[in-house]
Each structure stands twice: as structure tokens, then as C-alpha cells.
């Protein structure tokens, strides 16, 4: 995973609303933008917005039937996201002991 996609997963998981949405996403098989926006605070033009970047920073994937689009979050994503840090942190941890 490049530092680019890092940072790209980074600033999108690092909004609240966002991460709320990444979770509900996450917690179902699929869901759908109606689905979402009844979430107490989140309007319909609003979930789109953070769907997109959830979906251009490869955290979800999204599909469309009929007049619905579904979104279904992307494990292995995380999974890579999660292995990248951690070598960042190993790397870190290499410096303190030289």
C-alpha cells in the first residue's frame, strides 16, 4: 500500500460522521444510502458525499440495482491498511532502538 492510500483511508476514516457510516456499512451484509440517512443528523446529500470518499479510498463497494445503490464495506482494505501501519510502526520502533 503506497503512502498516498495511507493517507487517503486516514483522512477519510478521520471524520466522525464518516466512521459512523463506514460502521453501519460494516455491520451489514449490504445497506443502502436510504438505509444510512436515517441515521439521526445525516441527510441524504450528506451520506452521498462521504459514501463517495469511502468508496474512491477503496473502503467500501458499491453497486447499483435497479434506482438503489448498495455499499458493502471492503475487509481486505482495512486488513492491508492495518498491516501498512503496522510496519510504519515497526520501522519507528527499529529508530528509537539504534
Same mark, same amino acid.
Given at each position: 500500500?503506497?503512502?498516498?492510500?495511507?493517507?487517503?483511508?486516514?483522512?477519510? %476514516?478521520?471524520?466522525?460522521? +464518516?466512521?459512523?457510516? @463506514?460502521?453501519?456499512?460494516? !455491520?451489514?451484509? #449490504? *445497506?443502502?444510502?436510504?438505509?444510512?440517512?436515517?441515521?439521526?443528523?445525516?441527510?441524504?446529500?450528506?451520506?452521498?458525499?462521504?459514501?463517495?470518499?469511502?468508496?474512491?479510498?477503496? %473502503?467500501?463497494?458499491?453497486? +447499483?440495482?435497479?434506482? @438503489?445503490?448498495?455499499?458493502? !464495506?471492503?475487509? #481486505? *482494505?482495512?486488513?492491508?491498511?492495518?498491516?501498512?501501519?503496522?510496519?510504519?510502526?515497526?520501522?519507528?520502533?527499529?529508530?528509537?532502538?539504534?
Amino acid at each position: 500500500m503506497t503512502r498516498a492510500e495511507i493517507e487517503k483511508i486516514s483522512k477519510a %476514516l478521520g471524520d466522525k460522521t +464518516r466512521l459512523r457510516i @463506514f460502521e453501519a456499512i460494516s !455491520a451489514r451484509e #449490504e *445497506t443502502t444510502c436510504c438505509d444510512i440517512a436515517s441515521m439521526r443528523g445525516v441527510t441524504p446529500a450528506t451520506v452521498s458525499h462521504h459514501l463517495r470518499i469511502l468508496n474512491d479510498a477503496g %473502503l467500501i463497494a458499491c453497486r +447499483r440495482k435497479g434506482q @438503489f445503490v448498495y455499499s458493502e !464495506a471492503a475487509p #481486505e *482494505t482495512i486488513e492491508e491498511y492495518a498491516r501498512a501501519l503496522a510496519k510504519m510502526a515497526r520501522g519507528k520502533q527499529r529508530a528509537k532502538t539504534s
